[in-house]
């Protein structure tokens, strides 16, 4: 068993209607079919087409709108019953078609040209075939290529980018959409069938292997995922606030932070982000520290309180009992300080070098920490107990591997994992393997063990876990800045740089690869 990914969100809802659609029949051989000919005998096949009696379907006629709604209602099957009277005028009970546009206006994926009219024999523009069809099959999704004659301020955008997010439409090779030009028969089919059965979806450059869904105007200054959930927590630089992202719904949450804030952590329904009241300096001399930390409660954004402390806070962790652990950012030689986030009493205190990034091991019994402004990086751990840190401990390699200034731990407490691409054992801290590329995000799928990397760019390597070979490659629209594996749902989460048409202003887009088991 293994898993396979696709290039769109719509092989997911195609997938589940080749499982409801009854047995395709024999398809029928119109005599006058060239072009699209597998498509046209597969829609055939599935009844969804009929062609006229003498045997020919008329590929290169313009399909009218009725006939459009036609077709994808006896594929959705949705035409059964008896539905409300849509209210057009030319178009009525005994017409042909007139049980198909009722019930596809009584579900909302059809509408007239105006309240009255609905045009059935009218010719069906390529922008009307978007929005119909991405209405139909619930499809979405952004398109950052873009056609140089769909304009961001058309009513058809969203339909035209959903088709060409999923790989429905490739447009033109003059990087035209053509969305006031007749579709005709035969082209209507081809569209269709595309969705139907994903491989008839052509091959195009212009098309990731990643599914854009939304993009925004933050900039990450950190992120992390809230475990077991598909949110996002991330300092957004731009605003100095803390923002949730629920990425299957969209829906954000937004709170101004009271301070400059760096690093963040999340752990037990909390947030809790570093606040700034100074900038990291190498030596303070006699000067007293100052900084805080804010405690967000993860659901509402609510600040829960907000911890003045003294020290110039780095990077923060966080346990399940409300202990935070935070590693300072100035003085050389400073401290790593773990506080009782409920009473703002500091638990214990042991020596770190200044502007450490630390990382809770799992099972919260252990903090890793790496040096980020000293070379050769310094590895350490400090062992927890209640809360209260050891005295740290060097690991054996100081030197003998290159290092970068991250540390990654797999979400199964085995592995810590370097940008360099070196890989060792949490536990131990013994080197067990290198990969064969630097990587500056990584994300690991322990279930059916595939580890993904990218550095930078907007490529994906896919990795087999924990034997670190390499499998195969996969294409973003922007470049990565932060990936996560969502084990509840098999997705790739990527947070990328992502620009549109010909604009040189970066978004934070939100883009996933969906894998299927086999």
Same mark, same amino acid.
């Given at each position: 068993?293994?898993?396979?990914?696709?290039?769109?969100?719509?092989?997911?809802?195609?997938?589940?209607?080749?499982?409801?659609?009854?047995?395709?029949?024999?398809?029928?051989?119109?005599?006058? %079919?060239?072009?699209?000919?597998?498509?046209i005998e597969f829609l055939s096949g599935l009844k969804i087409i009929n @062609?006229?009696?003498?045997?020919?379907?008329?590929?290169?006629?313009?399909?009218?709108?009725?006939?459009?709604?036609?077709?994808?209602?006896?594929?959705?099957? #949705?035409?059964?019953g008896d539905f409300p009277n849509p209210g057009f005028t030319d178009i009525r009970p005994g017409d042909m078609g007139y049980e198909d546009v009722a019930a596809a206006h009584y579900y909302g994926l059809i509408s007239g040209k105006s309240a009255t009219v609905f045009d059935p024999?009218?010719?069906?523009?390529?922008?009307?075939?978007?929005?119909?069809?991405?209405?139909?099959?619930?499809?979405?999704? =952004?398109?950052?290529?873009?056609?140089?004659?769909?304009?961001?301020?058309?009513?058809?955008?969203?339909? %035209?980018?959903? #088709?060409?997010?999923?790989?429905?439409?490739?447009?033109y090779p003059d990087g035209t959409f053509r969305p006031k030009v007749t579709i005709d028969r035969g082209q209507f089919a081809a569209f269709m069938a595309r969705?139907?059965?994903?491989?008839?979806?052509?091959?195009?450059?212009?098309?990731?292997?990643?599914y854009l869904e939304q993009a925004f105007e933050y900039q990450i200054i950190d992120v992390v995922k809230e475990p077991g959930q598909p949110v996002l927590h991330l300092i957004d630089g731009l605003t100095n606030s803390l923002v949730s992202i629920n990425y299957e719904t969209y829906e954000t949450k937004t709170a101004k932070l009271p301070y400059d804030a760096e690093k963040l952590a999340y752990a037990n329904g909390k947030v809790y982000v570093t606040q700034h009241k100074q900038g990291h300096i190498y030596y303070s001399g006699d000067a007293i520290q100052s900084g805080a930390y804010a405690i967000f409660d993860a659901e509402t954004l609510d600040m829960i309180k907000l911890w003045n402390i003294a020290l110039d806070p780095y990077d923060i962790e966080a346990d399940d009992l409300g202990r935070v652990y935070i590693s300072g950012g100035s003085? $050389?030689?400073?401290?790593?300080?773990?506080?009782d986030s409920n009473t703002g009493a500091i638990v214990s205190e042991q020596g770190i070098y200044m502007?450490? #990034?630390?990382?809770?091991?799992?099972?919260?019994?252990?903090?890793?920490?790496?040096?980020?402004?000293?070379?050769?990086?310094?590895?350490?751990?400090?062992?927890?107990?209640?809360?209260?840190? $050891?005295?740290?401990?060097?690991?054996?390699? +100081?030197?003998?591997?290159?290092?970068?200034?991250?540390?990654? =731990?797999?979400?199964? @407490?085995?592995?810590?994992?370097?940008?360099? @691409?070196?890989?060792?054992?949490?536990?131990?801290?013994? +080197? %067990?393997?290198?990969?064969?590329? $630097?990587?500056?995000?990584?994300? %690991?799928?322990?279930?059916?063990?595939? =580890?993904?990397?990218?550095?930078?760019?907007? =490529?994906?390597?896919?990795?087999?876990?924990?034997?670190?070979?390499?499998?195969y490659q996969m294409v973003s629209y922007g470049d990565i800045q932060h990936m996560f594996y969502d084990e509840q749902s098999d997705q790739l989460i990527a947070l990328t740089k992502v620009k549109f048409g010909k604009s040189t202003y970066n978004y934070m887009g939100i883009e996933k690869v969906i894998f299927y088991v086999e």
């Open positions: 068993m293994g898993k396979v990914f696709q290039r769109s969100l719509v092989v997911a809802f195609a997938v589940l209607l080749m499982f409801t659609a009854a047995p395709q029949a024999n398809a029928a051989h119109f005599s006058d %079919v060239t072009s699209f000919k597998e498509e @062609g006229y009696p003498d045997g020919t379907y008329r590929p290169t006629s313009p399909i009218l709108r009725v006939q459009a709604v036609m077709m994808i209602m006896r594929d959705l099957g #949705l035409a059964e024999k009218g010719h069906l523009t390529r922008e009307e075939m978007a929005k119909i069809l991405s209405n139909a099959y619930e499809l979405g999704g =952004l398109y950052p290529p873009g056609f140089s004659d769909v304009s961001n301020q058309s009513w058809s955008t969203p339909y %035209v980018y959903a #088709l060409a997010a999923n790989g429905i439409t490739n447009g969705i139907l059965n994903p491989d008839f979806i052509p091959f195009s450059p212009a098309l990731a292997d990643t003085n $050389q030689w400073t401290s790593v300080i773990s506080y502007s450490t #990034l630390i990382k809770l091991t799992p099972d919260q019994q252990r903090l890793m920490a790496i040096t980020t402004t000293s070379s050769p990086r310094n590895v350490y751990y400090y062992s927890i107990s209640e809360g209260k840190l $050891q005295p740290g401990t060097k690991w054996g390699y +100081h030197g003998d591997y290159s290092m970068t200034t991250d540390i990654f =731990l797999t979400p199964d @407490g085995k592995y810590m994992v370097n940008g360099t @691409g070196n890989v060792f054992s949490q536990r131990a801290l013994s +080197h %067990v393997g290198t990969l064969d590329r $630097q990587f500056t995000s990584v994300a %690991v799928d322990t279930v059916y063990g595939e =580890l993904y990397t990218a550095n930078g760019t907007n =490529l994906i390597t896919a990795y087999g876990y924990p034997d670190l070979g390499a499998m």
